[in-house]
């Protein structure tokens, strides 16, 4: 280990950087890109000013690293298929929708034209259900009470 950062120049922070960034193609965690970027970043400022100590740019190395996820992290929030369908869900909060299927304990609204997972009361296939909740993608139900 030693031997490695007594020899460590802008060669081995690009390898490592592209290496990271390659990594990152496989993983899509978005974490491993900004730390590989800030290799990459370190590679080309001690590419131009070669007379570094090994331990300034390790130090270098880890505070871009933790900036650059940190406002990565902020500004660059990464979105999965489950948030929008959880904000998709809770938009249907008030609306009225039909039991379609229960399958061993699941049960399935129809809600316009597509079909979502539903749990709260006793259902039954056909029954009017009105949505005044969710958890995640799933929404919550009460029967439908008709005044009249």
């Keep these: 280990m030693e031997m490695l950062l007594e020899n460590l120049n802008y060669l081995h922070w690009l390898v490592f950087g592209l290496a990271l960034v390659i990594v990152e193609l496989f993983l899509w965690s978005m974490f491993l890109l900004w730390i590989g970027a800030s290799a990459i970043t370190i590679s080309i400022v001690f ?28 500004y660059f929030p990464v979105k999965t298929v489950d948030d929008e369908l959880s904000i998709n869900a809770k938009s249907h909060i008030g609306k009225e929708c039909t039991v379609v299927s229960i399958e061993n304990s699941i049960v399935k609204v129809r809600l316009g034209e597509s079909l979502w997972f539903a749990k709260g009361c006793e259902m039954s296939v056909g029954q009017k259900v ?4 969710t958890d995640s993608s799933t929404l919550i139900v009460e029967p439908l009470t008709e005044t009249r």
């Design 47 to 74: 590419y131009l000013y070669p007379g570094v100590s090994s331990g300034l740019q390790v130090l270098s190395f880890v505070l871009l690293s933790a900036v650059s996820t940190l406002l990565a992290k902020k």
């Design 130 to 133: 009105r949505i005044i909740d």
